[in-house]
């Protein structure tokens, strides 16, 4: 998870993990060494592609080309969330309100006893079970091996690796569901050159145990790998493993703060042949960077490589919790992006063909048109559309709205229902709106009827009732981390916002993660993001920001939502 040491954890009881618990040995010479190391190429050892072996006889998910497949021979591309069990076992309803937003995997937490309370092979088996009756794939992971050589509470690889051999009976069998991520995070940022050896010895082992699944391993420097150790010797370590079955996870946080970090890291394993996916990363900003999610997002998306966002809910401070108190009808900003935003889960998820019983070539056949959408609720800035819906022959796995315009279309909303409110939208425009249907299998509909909707021309509606929580989540010296909960308590939707509220100690807003703010001296005024733009009644949108200060750093005391006076909570 994203820190400077990207997960400074404390005890799970009092304090589960936090975006904020930095170490500031990650910034120690990383201006100097970023643009060298993280950028440069994959060392001698890895600029060629994995020499060819001869593949075992697959069995369940397994690697070939440089590919995560299914048994079946099936491209399975992650798309999905991490999700804190070890701190959170009563969270039971979780596995199945991520799958209802349309993941296909989720990376759960575990903890080999090493630094918190051991999860055990029953409970482990009743997550497995409880991964596939909710149809996601399983990535476990032990925690315990966070931020090693720098954190001195963090625990081995050797020691995950027994703590796996101990469930060898429980995951015996679930090759098809269940992928082994040896240790989170397995090195800090003290002499990372030392993460290559344990990893090959951690993999070797559990092959020397007789694990057939494919094996996960983190980058280090607290995985975000900025010194590029894992990119030098990720060759070397895959072929140290007998089956090949391995794939390697960079966790992208505030060093990948720009499209050209992004896109150079990951390319580099493509073009080596060497599997890869983001295990965890991240999108509000801090006072290190902030991360270009949308690039992380787009360039998975074109190369075909997995992504699990960090995390689903109890980060102790929440700026990275998707839904918030682990209540699904309560996304934040970042849960909104991730389920609905481009290229994000609703859009682009497929979900695994085992779970449709399929032993040979994936589904090929398409889903029915659906019917032609109405429009509702149409204001300045937005429009709810519903349609009937399509039907298939497996079954549907979501809806793409695309604008018309001549013989152009654009995306203009994902979702898993027949419903949906485009936002963006400008006041007094006419446009055209029309819908195709997908299933699991990636198989897209023909395309509906349009509906034509022109949206009102005289702005946004004012808030009929509104109250607003501020909080500092974070601070250090000179600067802040703030969050800003916009509640809508009144009866009707609120569709396009313009919220506005004045410092009292000249303090500034640097960046912001779901809206857009204007400053002048000392009052702000923030149009929301295009996923926040809308609040249902009784619901709420979360926008975060960083932003500097002096010592005195007060609460503003009042707010305003397009012109109405709010409560504060």
Same mark, same amino acid.
Request: overall charge negative; glycine content about 16%; some cysteine.
């Given at each position: 998870m994203r820190s400077a040491t990207n997960t400074a954890r404390k005890s799970p009881q009092k304090s589960p993990p936090t975006a904020l618990a930095r170490s500031t040995a990650l910034l120690k010479g990383l201006a100097a060494l970023l643009g060298v190391v993280l950028l440069g190429t994959l060392g001698p050892a890895a600029a060629q592609a994995a020499p060819a072996r001869a593949e075992a006889a697959a069995t369940g998910l *397994?690697?070939?080309?440089?590919?995560?497949?299914?048994?079946?021979?099936n491209d399975f591309v992650m798309r999905g969330v991490n999700h804190a069990h070890t701190w959170y076992p009563g969270e039971t309803q979780s596995l199945a309100d991520i799958k209802a937003f349309g993941a296909n995997t989720v990376r759960v937490v575990l903890s080999d006893g090493h630094r918190? &309370?051991?999860?055990?092979?029953?409970?482990?088996?009743? %997550?497995?079970? +409880?991964?596939?009756?909710?149809?996601? %794939?399983?990535?476990?992971? $032990? *925690?315990?091996?966070?931020? !090693?050589?720098?954190?001195t509470a963090a625990g081995t690889l050797d020691h995950a690796a027994d703590y796996w051999i101990g469930l060898k009976d429980v995951l015996a069998g679930q090759e098809d569901y269940v992928i082994i991520n040896i240790g989170n995070e397995?090195?800090?940022?003290?002499?990372? @050159?030392?993460?290559?050896?344990?990893?090959?010895? &951690?993999?070797?082992?559990?092959?020397?145990?007789?694990?057939?699944?494919?094996?996960?391993? +983190?980058a280090p420097n607290w995985g975000q790998d900025w010194q590029g150790v894992m990119r030098t010797n990720a060759q070397a370590v895959y072929d140290a493993d007998t089956t090949g079955n391995l794939i390697f996870s960079i966790h992208m946080y505030s060093v990948y703060n720009t499209a050209q970090a992004v896109t150079d890291y990951l390319n580099a394993f493509v +073009?080596?042949?060497?599997?890869?996916?983001?295990?965890?990363?991240?999108?509000?900003?801090?006072?290190?960077?902030?991360?270009?999610?949308? =690039?992380?997002?787009?360039?998975? @998306?074109?190369?075909?490589?997995? !992504?699990?966002?960090?995390?689903?809910?109890?980060?102790?401070?929440?700026?990275?919790?998707l839904a918030i108190d682990f209540d699904p009808s309560r996304l934040s900003s970042w849960g909104e992006r991730i389920f609905h935003g481009a290229n994000g889960i609703a859009q682009t998820s497929q979900e695994a063909t085992v779970f449709d019983g399929s032993t040979g070539p994936e589904d090929t056949e398409a889903p029915t048109a659906p019917g032609t959408p109405t429009a509702s609720a149409v204001t300045a800035t937005s429009a709810t559309l519903?349609?009937?819906? &399509? =039907?298939?022959?497996?079954?549907?796995?979501?809806?793409? $709205?695309?604008?018309?315009?001549?013989?152009?279309?654009?995306?203009?909303?994902?979702? =898993?229902?027949?419903?949906?409110?485009?936002?963006?939208?400008?006041?007094? =425009?006419? !446009?055209?709106?029309?819908?195709?249907a997908r299933d699991a299998a990636g198989n897209r509909s023909a395309r509906s009827a349009t509906v034509s909707v022109t949206t009102d021309g005289n702005g946004p509606t004012p808030g009929v009732g509104c109250s607003v929580a501020y909080r500092v989540t974070g601070a250090w010296p000179g600067?802040?981390?703030?969050?800003?909960?916009?509640?809508?308590?009144?009866?009707?939707? %609120?569709?396009?916002?313009?919220?506005?509220f004045t410092f009292a100690d000249g303090q500034t807003v640097s960046n912001m993660w779901g809206g857009t703010p204007t400053q002048s001296g000392a009052t702000v005024s923030v149009a929301p993001a295009g996923y926040t733009a809308a609040i249902a009644a009784n619901g709420s949108v979360t926008v975060g920001f960083t932003g500097t200060s002096g010592a005195t750093n007060t609460a503003p005391s009042a707010f305003t939502l397009s012109g109405s006076t709010c409560t504060t909570a």
């Open positions: *397994h690697i070939s080309d440089g590919r995560l497949l299914e048994g079946n021979g918190w &309370a051991k999860n055990g092979p029953d409970e482990v088996a009743g %997550i497995v079970e +409880d991964c596939k009756a909710n149809r996601l %794939i399983c990535v476990l992971e $032990v *925690h315990d091996t966070t931020g !090693y050589g720098e954190d397995p090195w800090g940022n003290t002499d990372p @050159e030392g993460w290559t050896a344990p990893t090959t010895a &951690a993999v070797q082992k559990l092959r020397g145990a007789g694990f057939a699944h494919t094996i996960m391993v +983190d +073009d080596a042949g060497l599997p890869l996916l983001i295990g965890e990363f991240g999108g509000p900003a801090d006072q290190y960077g902030d991360p270009d999610e949308d =690039t992380m997002m787009a360039a998975a @998306e074109q190369l075909g490589l997995g !992504y699990l966002a960090w995390s689903w809910s109890g980060n102790t401070d929440p700026i990275l919790d519903t349609w009937p819906a &399509a =039907t298939d022959n497996v079954a549907i796995s979501g809806y793409d $709205v695309v604008r018309v315009s001549g013989g152009t279309e654009t995306t203009a909303a994902s979702t =898993t229902t027949n419903s949906v409110t485009v936002t963006g939208l400008g006041a007094g =425009t006419a !446009y055209a709106f029309a819908v195709y600067g802040f981390q703030g969050e800003i909960t916009i509640r809508n308590t009144g009866t009707g939707a %609120i569709n396009g916002w313009n919220l506005g």
